[in-house]
């Protein structure tokens, strides 16, 4: 139902979103001022002070702000570089769960509209809100740079922002915490295809203090983008050393390289950002982003995550029927729920023996696999197995007959583009390449028995520009190709609702919330050392559940194997090899975690996250501690973690969510220890007050399951 009204007289639009929210207000100039923001941002009062000393809401180059970055530039159809946009209109739908809340401004002189967008979602405390922009001026506008939102906050001197640009390949989400300081400080992301193996596009801000888990206020922002995406805080001081700085905070889609020429009557929908404040810590964003996350964003959210076994770090590329038969038997004989075969089942003319040749050419590779790939999807299915397969739709070598045969479907300027990886990004602009990309998925799905797919993307855009935009409009490329991906990834959905699709871009290059709409599931990091990986998930479980972070055992760091299968345990649990070539000791490791696994992982990825020991902690970095658990039942599964020598004591574990009256079953697994599993009664007084774990060996783990006892 919506309710429409004229806000130019000055009334208040309010938006609750949920435990916080905001106030906007029109001036008399009809500007669209920034009244409130916050915990009480939704009750904020309008009252004496003139609106027109309140920040722009969404300040505009050449508007009200003239000493600041603005978060819209435009360059009109007459050459003008300014945009001055007044309130014009405001309507509010209530939604499912929630309401949808518009504003609408024009430009005071040109026939050009940029609407707010608001979406709310009580339930979690997380905010969606973005902008459009559409025009009927003489001619196309072009949009140098369009953020999503600009909201102006407080800053005290000891606030502190957590991002997560890191090195790129295996460096993702690299927790850097740091103070703010005066001028603009820019968080960026480049390449396209894969941007958040530089930058995740999350951010965690404590505007008044020291971040903290359990107290203060923090923000927690995800821009829901496929592509390069921009934070940037432009910080001013103001009054004494002491005193609050302003912080605004602009943030979306990257427009370096990427202005937008917009043609009248189109709509131009820049990504949303979501975003929530807590006054009650990091705990709290990270409770609301998963609870937005299971209802908003995941797929079949409700289906525990399979077991998953991968043969890629096992064989790479050097496999034939035989050795993945054999890999297959073993991730049967271990309990594993489904296996993937990676990359380098396919090329008949140009082989995938390496990564050379064969992308786009997606025929099984019959020197490899003589009987295709149905008897390997037989063999999984005979052991108990789902049988999974990678793709890689969006790409091609040179060496191939696709490329061959249509050497004009890469993404390419007037040079020759560059290789990365010896390929080349298909053109998605292109009606052709949308529907190949999509078939890709269709043939590798064709034989019965397939229900699991990895989508990999494995290098950057480095030539932008297509055959399908004019001269004027290649800078396009940037927006229109993450909406042309998205196009080809929701009509595999579409023909494909029940096969279960992970996302990889070289790891975690595409983990944003938008693109995951349309994935179960993604490898958080081709960095499995899992002394990292605790880190890397910790950073990562801010904004996303463990049922959407696969995290695999691998060699990866040399660390013993039953260290990284606890490691893998706290995430969606899986395997990545050479089962052949393990130990005793390790084989009995892996079958245990495995079992643990089968009891555990339904309470990791849908229960509630408690972090407990951070493995950030200035002062000791050395181990971690994390519960997952049903508040329901008190069920609980704990995980603690040493990651490097410490001479500091470990510091007790207050499972304070427990029942102080209730008698607790406590079942202490030692993966390096067969059998390893100690059982207790505790009471659960006793384990508020505080679980010990000495654990003086690095690259040691405890896993913990704590069930009420009954009757
Ligand atoms: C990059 C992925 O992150 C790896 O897991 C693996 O699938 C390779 N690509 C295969 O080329």
């Known amino acids: ?79 003008s570089l300014t945009t001055r946009l007044v309130v014009e209109h405001v309507s509010r739908m209530v939604e499912p769960g929630g309401e949808h809340v518009t504003m609408r401004c024009r430009d005071e002189r040109f026939h050009l509209h940029v609407e707010h967008h608001l979406r709310t979602h009580p339930a979690s405390g997380v905010l969606e809100q973005w902008v459009e922009i559409l025009h009927e001026e003489p001619g196309p506008v072009r949009l140098m740079s369009y953020d999503s939102m600009s909201p102006l906050l407080l800053a005290s001197p000891d606030a502190e922002v957590v991002q997560f640009v890191g090195g790129g390949w295996a460096d993702e989400w690299r927790w850097n915490e740091e ?127 399979p077991v998953v076994a991968n043969n890629w770090e096992a064989t790479f590329f050097d496999f034939d029927e035989a050795r993945i038969l054999d890999l297959i038997d073993q991730s049967g004989e271990l309990g594993a729920e489904v296996f993937l075969l990676d990359d380098g089942w396919f090329g008949t003319n140009h082989p995938r023996d390496d990564d050379t040749a064969g992308l786009g050419d997606w025929d099984v590779d019959r020197a490899k696999l003589p009987n295709g790939l149905a008897p390997l999807a037989d063999a999984a299915a005979a052991r108990g197995l789902r049988f999974g397969i990678w793709v890689e739709p969006e790409m091609v070598n040179p060496l191939s007959e696709l490329y061959v045969d249509h050497p004009d479907w890469v993404v390419r300027d007037s040079r020759e583009p560059a290789e990365h990886r010896n390929q080349l990004v298909l053109d998605p602009l292109i009606d052709e390449v949308r529907e190949f990309e999509a078939s890709v998925v269709d043939r590798a799905l064709c034989d019965p028995g397939i229900s699991y797919v990895k989508w990999d993307a494995n290098r950057p855009i480095t030539d932008p520009g297509s ?30 609702p029940e096969v279960e699709l992970m996302l990889c871009a070289s790891g975690g290059g595409r983990t944003d919330h938008a693109t995951l709409r349309r994935f179960h599931e993604f490898w958080t990091s081709d960095n499995t050392d899992p002394v990292t990986r605790v880190r890397m998930q910790w950073a990562c479980s801010h904004f996303f559940p463990a049922a959407a972070m696969a995290a695999h055992v691998t060699r990866w760091g040399g660390r013993p194997i039953h260290f990284g299968c606890a490691v893998a345990l706290s995430g969606r649990f899986g395997l990545d090899l050479d089962l052949l070539a393990l130990s005793s000791d390790e084989w009995a490791a892996c079958r245990s975690a495995v079992a643990l696994a089968k009891r555990t992982q339904r309470l990791v990825q849908q229960g509630r996250l408690v972090r407990l020991v951070s493995p950030m902690d200035r002062a000791d970095r050395s181990r971690a501690a994390l519960a997952c658990i049903d508040p329901g039942s008190d069920e609980t599964v704990l995980f603690a973690y040493q990651l490097e020598a410490s001479n500091r004591p470990s510091p007790s574990l207050m499972l304070d969510w427990l029942d102080p009256d209730a008698t607790y079953t406590v079942t202490e697994t030692d993966l390096a220890v067969a059998g390893g599993a100690a059982v207790t009664q505790r009471s659960g007084r006793e384990l508020i007050d505080g679980l010990d774990w000495q654990l003086t060996e690095p690259e040691t783990a405890r896993v913990w399951e704590i069930t009420p006892v009954r009757g």
Not at 202 to 215: A, D, H
Not at 289 to 296: K, P
Not at 467 to 482: H, K
């Open 179 to 305: 103070g703010l300081s005066p001028g603009t400080k820019s968080l960026a992301s480049f390449g396209g295809v894969q941007p958040h193996l530089q930058a995740a596009p999350m951010l965690l801000l404590s505007p008044s203090g020291p971040g903290s888990e359990r107290s203060g206020d923090s923000l927690g922002c995800s821009i829901q983008w496929g592509g390069n995406t921009r934070f940037d805080l432009d910080v001013r001081p103001k009054g004494d050393l002491a005193a609050p700085s302003e912080l605004r905070l602009r943030c979306g889609a990257n427009p370096l390289g990427a202005e937008y020429l917009l043609d009248p009557g189109v709509r131009f929908v820049a990504p949303a950002v979501a975003w929530t404040w807590a006054t009650t810590g990091r705990a709290e964003v990270t409770r609301r982003f998963h609870i937005w996350t299971r209802e908003r964003v995941l797929r079949d959210p409700n289906r525990v995550r």
């Open 1 to 79: 139902m919506a309710d429409d009204n004229a806000v130019v007289d000055g009334s208040a639009v309010r938006v609750d979103a949920g435990g916080w929210g905001l106030t906007w207000a029109a001036d008399d100039a009809g500007c669209l001022r920034q009244v409130g923001l916050g915990p009480e941002g939704a009750t904020a009062q309008l009252g004496e002070i003139p609106l027109a000393l309140f920040p722009d809401a969404y300040p505009t180059y050449g508007g009200g702000d003239a000493l600041r970055p603005p978060a819209l530039r435009i360059t009109h159809a007459d050459g």
């Open 467 to 496: 055959t399908q935009l004019g001269p004027d409009r290649q800078a396009n490329l940037w927006v229109d190709q993450v909406h042309a991906t998205w196009a080809v990834m929701d009509e595999v959905v579409r023909r494909h």
